[in-house]
């Protein structure tokens, strides 16, 4: 029979653990393998998706950007027609408003003066004031503030 040293014993342990720290890193490596191929998978897949929707994007931003400058371009035309509708405005009512107005004044004055002396002792007698929601004669009204 053969005895076993103590050399011979420290060297079988150090075998055995590093039989198994290998086995554990074999394990390690294949899971790391794995989680590889699936993010390489689900990057070649993201990437699959995301340049269509890149493209859509794309499309989408230009469009946007072709409407944005057909309304800039509206709004500048409304802001020009504004402009002249002003001035226009403007330029009407120094030309014509002044003599509108005295015509207008003019034609007041000339019924007032021609029609007033024919009505004016009717239309005295007929007015009415109210006073808290009654109706009472000019008379009576003028009696009771005297």
Do not use: C
Request: glycine letters at 8%.
């Amino acid at each position: 029979m053969h005895t076993v040293s103590g050399g011979e014993v420290a060297g079988i342990l150090v075998a055995v653990f590093w039989a198994i720290l290998v086995s554990f890193l074999a394990v390690a490596l294949a899971r790391l393998a794995q989680t590889l191929r699936a993010t390489t998978k689900l990057v070649a897949d993201v990437t699959d998706q995301a340049v269509p929707l890149l493209a859509d994007a794309s499309s989408a931003v230009r469009s946007a950007q072709t409407q944005i400058d057909r309304v800039d371009a509206i709004a500048s035309d409304v802001q020009e027609v504004t402009s002249n509708a002003s001035a226009l405005s403007t330029t009407v009512a120094s030309t014509f408003g002044g003599p509108l107005v005295k015509v207008a004044a003019f034609g007041y004055g000339v019924r007032r003066a021609l029609g007033g002396r024919k009505e004016d002792a009717p239309a005295k007698a007929s007015r009415r004031t109210v006073i808290v929601g009654r109706t009472v004669s000019r008379r009576s009204a003028r009696g009771k503030r005297d």
